[in-house]
Nanobody, 126 residues
Framework: QVQLVESGGGLVQAGGSLRLSCAASGRTFSTYDMGWFRQAPGKEREFVAAISWNNFNTRYADSVKGRFTISRDNAKNTVSLQMNSLKPEDTAVYYC???????????????????WGQGTQVTVSS
């Protein structure tokens, strides 16, 4: 069983920044690929960013490329999402997710991830 707990969401003005963090339980975090997804009201959950277990590879949705940065610290069992130049359309609940048996990178569909956090709300005002 893997537990994921997100933090760092909040309300920010357009153009501002937020940093989301996700803390994971378990001793094998360093073997998981990790992803961030988001879901706005009335919309499907969408891929935002992913990072491979060994920190070698990252992938971003086109909508956030150049503005968001995913990173991880395997010693601390954490994955983070630095979000800059935020836009009102970035408003959503953000979730971190773990792919505990990674066989391919990146995983872009939410159905391919095994464990999820509870989500953290990000609201960007115009």
């Amino acid at each position: 069983q893997v537990q994921l707990v997100e933090s760092g969401g909040g309300l920010v003005q357009a153009g501002g920044s937020l940093r989301l963090s996700c803390a994971a339980s378990g001793r094998t975090f360093s073997t998981y690929d990790m992803g961030w997804f988001r879901q706005a009201p009335g919309k499907e959950r969408e891929f935002v960013a992913a990072i491979s277990w060994n920190n070698f590879n990252t992938r971003y949705a086109d909508s956030v490329k150049g503005r968001f940065t995913i990173s991880r610290d395997n010693a601390k069992n954490t994955v983070s999402l630095q979000m800059n130049s935020l836009k009102p359309e970035d408003t959503a609940v953000y979730y971190c997710a773990a792919d505990i048996h990674p066989v391919a990178f990146p995983r872009l569909s939410h159905v391919e991830y095994d464990y999820w956090g509870q989500g953290t709300q990000v609201t960007v005002s115009s």
